[in-house]
């Protein structure tokens, strides 16, 4: 790094000296030959988590509704059983699931997968 009296000199000698500006041909930037013979091994992104998420319905409260909300209180959602929920990984729309019971426990058995480009189903049998 340039210190503030070698900088003034710099500038100095810039001042008294003709400048010339010439353009500059970069070569045009294109992907390496190597770049497509990379590849990544599917277990190289095996121990990568995701946050997956089902959204089961939706409700809309008042505030005071929320603040009685306590252990054993139920909250009426918009969907009713037996429909389908969305799955989501990372927030991103994965598919549709219709949601089972595994002992005490809920689970989501898959139904439809999106495509990757669009959100029209690809129809996916388990």
């Given at each position: 790094m340039m210190k503030e009296e070698e900088l003034k000199e710099f500038l100095n000698r810039m001042q008294e000296s003709e400048t010339s500006i010439n353009k500059v041909d970069f070569p045009s930037f294109d992907r390496a030959p190597f770049m497509d013979k990379m590849r990544v091994s599917v277990h190289y992104l095996e121990n990568i988590q995701v946050n997956i998420t089902a959204e089961l319905g939706a409700s809309v409260m008042k505030i005071r509704d929320i603040i009685k909300i306590g252990e054993d209180s139920v909250i009426e959602?918009?969907?009713?059983?037996?429909?389908?929920?969305?799955?989501?990984?990372?927030?991103?729309?994965?598919?549709?699931?219709?949601?089972v019971v595994i002992g005490n426990n809920f689970g989501i058995r898959m139904e439809t997968i999106y495509k990757k480009e669009e959100n029209d189903p690809v129809v996916s049998e388990p």
């Open positions: 959602l918009d969907q009713p059983v037996g429909e389908t929920a969305e799955i989501y990984v990372n927030n991103q729309p994965l598919g549709r699931g219709e949601i």
